[in-house]
């Protein structure tokens, strides 16, 4: 029975992904509250004449006016809600029950109120289709389904005559356990659908993650720098003046190898890729584009805050204390740093950016390395070196 229970109420694809499917299909009810109750609302101002002009019928003609003024009413309302970021549950249920109502209270009324003597089918085609519309859990449908139900067959015995109950409550029951039917296989339908369509987006995504994701450091790569560095060129933000691209280099990387062998190497290249993905934080991109060479790039408003960007950089790197006792400018690994720097909207090419932070980069490797050099279209080259070197 719990079996039964939990495979009806859709708990047998997982409480979390039933939670996670029904959040990412629900807001189709919103769209579909708003389809849902522009039809009706034609329909019933369409047949609001039929009434009027053969039947003289004006209560009649009344209450179709006012079905399409709910239901035009909630179109509307749907429509604005739509528009809104953060939409409550409660309220789309509330806003379905009232939909639901309508429609159904006007099925009541033409199947019974205003036709005792005669049985038609209206009802039974209102009630298996209203609930078709939505993606909702079983237990509301269900709910829904059975106080329809239960009012059109109360208004049948209040109303009509014995000779007619037999037919209408069959046809009433066998509609209702249609709709509940049909509701339940397409929702669940809906719901395999999304799984499958959320577990296939999850694989994209890990995928396209690797392919930029460089394995030893978690940097990104070559390919994600690259294409980075041209929607930084091309996309700036009006709010940024320059454009920093910046290359670096471990100092003396071949003899930390040599000596402590390449897993320790690994570990070194970690350790900085640990360092430099931590700079996101203050808004720097990061990226592995070689064996020890390593990319940045970042925005400012003004040119002398690049020092205070580089020395919060090469401090990140000081405070790793990785030992390198091959090194001839410090006892720990150290960086030589080029950072050119480009006024946004500058007609350079991405390759060229490129070469010129590189040229940057050799002049402080030509410096005496463990130093930053920095140069610009509109700043004089200068050299940046740790505070306590």
Same mark, same amino acid.
């Given at each position: ?28 009810? $919103? ?13 019933t101002l369409f047949f609001m004449s039929f009434p009027l002009a053969f #039947? ?76 078709? $519309? ?26 009509? /005559? ?50 930029? @994701? +460089? ?31 910046? $290359?670096? /280099? ?7 190898? /040599? ?6 190497? +690994? ?24 064996? #020890? ?20 950089? @090469?401090? @990140? ?40 932070? +590189?040229?940057? $980069? ?15 279209? #509109? ?11």
């Amino acid at each position: 029975m719990r079996k039964f229970i939990y495979s009806w109420r859709f708990y047998s694809f997982g409480r979390e992904q039933y939670q996670e499917c029904m959040n990412n299909v629900f807001n189709n009810n $919103l769209l579909n509250l708003r389809q849902g109750n522009t039809i009706a609302a034609v329909f019933t101002l369409f047949f609001m004449s039929f009434p009027l002009a053969f #039947e003289q019928d004006f209560f009649k003609a009344g209450v179709y006016f006012g079905v399409a003024v709910i239901a035009t009413l909630i179109s509307f309302y749907s429509n604005y809600l739509m528009q809104q970021l953060n939409v409550k549950k409660s309220l789309i249920y509330q806003l379905i029950t009232l939909f639901y109502s309508n429609i159904i209270l006007f099925g009541v009324y033409l199947d019974v109120w205003s036709k005792p003597d005669k049985t038609v089918g209206i009802f039974t085609c209102l009630l298996v289709c209203a609930l078709l $519309l939505f993606v909702n859990p079983p237990q509301f449908n269900f709910l829904l389904t059975i106080s329809a139900m239960a009012i059109f067959i109360i208004s049948t015995i209040v109303v009509k /005559d014995y000779g007619l109950w037999a037919y209408n409550i069959a046809t009433t029951v066998f509609a209702g356990a249609l709709s509940i039917f049909f509701s339940w296989h397409i929702t669940k339908l809906r719901m395999g659908l999304e799984i499958s369509a959320s577990k296939l987006e999850e694989e994209r995504n890990k995928y396209v993650d690797q392919s930029i @994701t +460089d394995e030893l450091t978690q940097l990104r790569n070559r390919r994600d720098f690259m294409q980075t560095f041209q929607r930084y060129l091309s996309n700036y933000r009006t709010s940024d003046d320059y454009l920093c691209v910046a $290359l670096a /280099d471990i100092d003396f990387f071949k003899f930390y190898n /040599d000596h402590y062998g390449h897993p320790k190497g +690994d570990d070194c290249l970690r350790g900085i890729g640990g360092a430099l993905n931590s700079l996101s934080s203050i808004g720097v991109y990061a990226a592995r584009v070689g064996g #020890e060479e390593f990319a940045l790039l970042w925005f400012e408003k003004d040119v002398s805050h690049i020092e205070k960007v580089v020395n919060h950089w @090469t401090d @990140t790197i000081k405070n790793l204390k990785i030992l390198h006792e091959k090194s001839k400018v410090s006892e720990y690994v150290t960086m030589s740093i080029g950072v050119y720097v480009v006024r946004c909207g500058s007609p350079h090419d991405t390759q060229e950016l490129y070469d010129l932070a +590189d040229k940057a $980069l050799y002049t402080a490797k030509g410096s005496g390395r463990n130093c930053t050099v920095v140069c610009g279209d #509109e700043i004089k080259q200068y050299k940046i070196t740790p505070k306590d070197e």
